[in-house]
């Protein structure tokens, strides 16, 4: 039997510098990915936007945990975003892209648009939607992200030009 699939914009999760923020997951269909996508700007000059201060993908790098919980006390899944790029590495089999003008020395305050995928089912398996998440039979599901500093991502930075955002978008099936 074929599935249906259904793309749902969730909420935008606000930064707060060293602070944790959450927000309450729709329920109802099976999950097969949550997208995760992180939009700011950073302020660092040319010179000191160099691989020797940042190093590729670390935007991600502002996202100091994840964690995924449902009915209120179990965690789902818990990951930094620099652990989160690469569990999307080894379960899709490719890198997902990054902002190129992060540590290219010539770039003054760059801009980063990144979005890296959770994974619940089992992409590259025989059976991919065992491992699906049924939401449908949560009480509530929640996602925490625990927010670093700028100088996460570089350490020559002196503040975001544009505080960043995480977007969550749901891939549903049913």
Known sequence: MTQQV??????????????????????????RELWLRLQGSLTVSAANNTAANTLRGDEW??????ELIANGDTVLRSMSGDELRQYGRIMYGFMPRITPTLGDGVTTNPS??????????????IKPHDTILRSG??????????????????????????????????????
């Open 137 to 174: 039979q949560l009480t509530n599901l929640e996602l925490i992200v625990n927010w670093g500093s700028h100088l996460s991502i570089n350490a020559t930075a002196t503040a975001f030009g544009t505080s960043p955002t995480i977007e969550l978008t749901s891939i549903e099936a049913f």
């Open 61 to 66: 790098a502002v996202v100091q945990g994840i």
């Open 6 to 31: 259904r793309i749902r914009t969730q909420d935008t999760i606000p930064y707060a510098a060293g602070d944790k923020r959450s927000v309450k997951l729709s329920r109802g269909y099976d999950y």
């Open 112 to 125: 980063f648009d990144s979005t890296l995928i959770l994974p619940f089912w089992s992409p590259r398996t």
